[in-house]
């Protein structure tokens, strides 16, 4: 079955460490999204990328960083720049990179707890 | 004022309720609207893809969207336990940005 794999689901790491997140897709789509998503404040765009070894910003990068290698893999890195790291992480992915008509298709996410 | 406005609830039903879900919006360039469905601990997933002003509908499903009030709308009909999620509206102008709105919780009783 074609989808996003994120992992791990569940990530604890202390104040002060570097933490990459997983995302891994198989079903082509040339462009790449991470979110995040705290309580009462619906999703909140990281990082995108709409195609290989090219990203850029959302609206809340500082203490972000992405890669994109390969057209499947778009990996998270949350540092310890980040100051509230604490949050629901969701990679999605989308066919078409140039417009915003397909819809987004969403992995079922990372829970990242920092203490 | 944010751009997408969702009332986060949480809205309690009985079992075969009418739930009407909404969402209102500040740009109007907007033209592509969609509505996720989330349940807990699990990512967004796709409900409802709509164009443009008018309805949709998808089963028990129905989408409305009103551009001239800047007003989308989600019907679920007869609705049922495993209805109980929470429901995310996401609209964009047609560049690569969506918009997502906070998301209401709704819960079905039995």
């Known amino acids: 079955d074609g989808g996003i794999t994120q992992s791990p689901k569940y990530l604890f790491r202390k104040e002060g460490q570097n933490v990459t997140l997983s995302c891994e897709q198989n079903l082509n789509h040339d462009a790449m999204y991470w979110y995040r998503q705290d309580p009462g404040q619906g999703l909140r765009l990281i990082y995108y990328s709409q195609i290989v070894n090219d990203f850029q910003k959302g609206d809340i990068a500082e203490g972000y960083s992405v890669s994109r290698e390969k057209k499947e893999s778009f990996p998270l890195t949350v540092t310890s720049a980040q100051k509230n790291p604490t949050a629901f992480y969701l990679c999605?992915?989308?066919?078409?990179?140039?417009?915003?008509?397909?819809?987004?298709?969403f992995g079922n996410g990372t829970r990242l707890t920092v203490t | 004022q944010k751009e997408v406005e969702q009332d986060p609830g949480p809205l309690s039903v009985p079992e075969g309720a009418i739930v009407s879900l909404n969402c209102t919006y500040s740009n109007s360039a907007f033209q592509y609207f969609m509505w996720y469905r989330q349940y807990s601990r699990k990512g967004p997933e796709l409900l409802m893809y709509t164009y443009s002003s008018g309805n949709k509908e998808d089963g028990r499903f129905t989408a409305q969207v009103d551009k001239s009030s800047k007003y989308i709308s989600l019907f679920i009909r007869d609705s049922q336990p495993s209805d109980s999620a929470t429901y995310l509206c996401a609209m964009s102008g047609g560049y690569n940005k969506l918009i997502f709105g906070a998301g209401t919780r709704l819960a079905v009783h039995p």
């Open positions: 999605a992915s989308r066919k078409d990179s140039r417009t915003g008509h397909s819809p987004l298709h």
